[in-house]
């Protein structure tokens, strides 16, 4: 238990569904990340958010939308996704350099 | 080539046998961070180096991170099946931005009996 959590854990969805996952932390910390992750490749940091505005966007596709209401909570927002998409995608919060992750998302899409 | 390359990609061993996992990087590594992650799980947080030359254990593994700050290693002794897992390092390489790590490919460890 690293004291972030992620639902759902798991996700099937088809290309033209739209569907969001959420990640929330209530460890006081002040940045929070979304990283994908697939096979055989390194993790793949998606967005940062630090105090509620994002500082990072790696050139990622529209049809992923992140949203961090206020530091405890962030969202990835999915639509029109396609099949090379599908990946565990990981959520994780920091105060200063260590990251703490979530269990992961792992998103099939279909 | 990666930012940061580990080695081996995967590695299996019998319990009770010592290895080590190496991670390396042709820059200057500001933080060093390793990981443990269960398949298709999050990343647990295992321990951080930061000074070159620097060493730290818990329980049976230990991480050093090399004077040139360049390349790092974690060592199990007597490995469990319990620390069967994957383990990706991880590194700021840019100073000033501490929000930002750059992670290895990872290495996977199966422990047999």
């Known amino acids: 238990e690293t004291g972030v959590t992620q639902t759902p854990r798991h996700l099937v969805m088809g290309m033209t569904n739209k569907k969001s996952l959420k990640c929330e932390q209530h460890?006081?910390?002040?940045?929070m990340y979304w990283y994908k992750q697939s096979a055989k490749k390194p993790l793949e940091l998606m967005f940062v958010y630090s105090l509620e505005e994002r500082v990072e966007n790696n050139s990622v596709p529209s049809r992923f939308s992140p949203e961090c209401p206020n530091s405890s909570h962030l969202f990835l927002h999915l639509h029109t996704l396609q099949p090379e998409d599908s990946a565990l995608y990981l959520c994780a919060s920091s105060l200063g350099t260590l990251q703490f992750f979530g269990p992961g998302t792992r998103l099939t899409v279909l | 080539s990666q930012e940061l390359e580990q080695s081996p990609q995967s590695l299996i061993v019998q319990e009770g046998k010592n290895l080590t996992i190496n991670c390396t990087s042709s820059?200057?590594?500001?933080?060093l961070y390793w990981y443990k992650q269960k398949y298709g799980e999050g990343l647990i947080f295992l321990m951080m180096?930061?000074?070159?030359?620097e060493e730290k254990s818990h329980e049976k593994i230990t991480a050093k991170l090399d004077e040139k700050k360049q390349q790092s290693s974690l060592h199990i002794t007597a490995s469990q099946p319990s620390h069967a897992g994957i383990y990706l390092c991880?590194?700021?390489?840019?100073?000033?931005?501490?929000?930002?790590?750059?992670f290895g490919t990872g290495t996977r460890l199966q422990v047999t009996l």
């Open positions: 180096l930061q000074k070159g030359g």
């Open positions: 991880g590194a700021d390489m840019e100073p000033g931005t501490a929000s930002k790590l750059t």
């Open positions: 820059k200057t590594l500001y933080g």
């Open positions: 460890l006081g910390h002040n940045a």
